[in-house]
């Protein structure tokens, strides 16, 4: 099973666009793996996770032809998750010839809502309720409440393919009736995906993201009913500018803790 991080930044992306804090002119410098754009990723080569306006970046990126993509996951509705106007150019004149003619989109009602009962020509939306799994494909996906809007509905997903995952963005400390839910299944991770958004800068549980504090407190509470292992692997994405996500400095911070930090174009076989 694959996964690719396509982006790994927060909403203001990194370097921020108007920012000219210390962290922002050092990654303008540096560039390379400190270049982020806002958080999407692909499953294989046919489940992608989220569709913000630097979809169109990503895919020249990393050599995909997006008329191959069968299913889209929408963790939630704010925009830099989800780009409503690109679902609007899958059908002539826009594209022609395409080899999947239908996209498949699962998401949460907020998401869903958006869309005001008009559905884009090409594409099937479907309204996921938590903690009940959906089968397309290769895949069982489950939705997991995330704790990020107030007031509306966020998830981060279980995938169960070839090997199982946990993509964990946006949320803070998971709910408890979340932790219930991965300790009732017996579910065993090969990989998980924790937000970072904050870095090292202090967040209490409650919060809409997490830092490394908050990431650690989860991992502990999942190997202690042994959802992960030795044999987990676990990275941690969607870093905001404010918390310095130059890449040397978040390897420095993370391998203490044995964790592989993401960054735009990264492919990880688990």
Not at 101 to 117: A, E, M
Request: hydrophobic share 35%.
């Amino acid at each position: 099973m694959q996964l690719t991080y396509l982006g790994t930044a927060a909403s203001e992306c990194f370097p921020a666009l108007f920012c000219h804090c210390e962290y922002c002119q050092e990654a303008r410098k540096l560039g390379g793996r400190n270049i982020r754009t806002r958080s999407q990723a692909l499953v294989n080569d046919d489940l992608l996770i989220d569709l913000p306006a630097d979809t169109y970046w990503h895919f020249i990126q990393n050599g995909i032809e997006g008329d191959t993509i069968r299913y889209l996951l929408i963790t939630h509705a704010h925009e830099d998750h989800f780009y409503l106007d690109d679902l609007h150019l899958r059908f002539p004149p826009y594209a022609h010839d395409m080899r999947t003619q239908t996209l498949q989109v699962y998401c949460p009602k907020t998401v869903y809502d958006l869309f005001g009962g008009r559905f884009p020509i090409n594409v099937e939306v479907h309204l996921l309720e938590p903690f009940k799994t959906v089968t397309f494909g290769t895949y069982r996906v489950t939705p997991l409440p995330a704790r990020h809007m107030p007031q509306a509905e966020a998830f981060i997903y279980l995938i169960e393919g070839e090997k199982t995952m946990l993509y964990a963005h946006d949320t803070g400390y998971f709910f408890e009736d979340v932790f219930a839910y991965i300790e009732q299944s017996g579910v065993r991770l090969d990989m998980i995906s924790m937000d970072c958004t904050n870095v090292l800068i202090p967040l209490p549980d409650d919060g809409g993201h997490m830092g490394f504090p908050n990431i650690k407190r989860v991992i502990d509470r999942l190997r202690g009913m042994k959802a992960v292992t030795d044999h987990t692997v676990v990275y941690i994405n969607h870093f905001s500018h404010n918390g310095n996500p130059l890449q040397s400095f978040l390897e420095e911070q993370a391998t203490p803790y044995g964790w592989q930090v993401a960054y735009d174009g990264c492919r990880v076989q688990f």
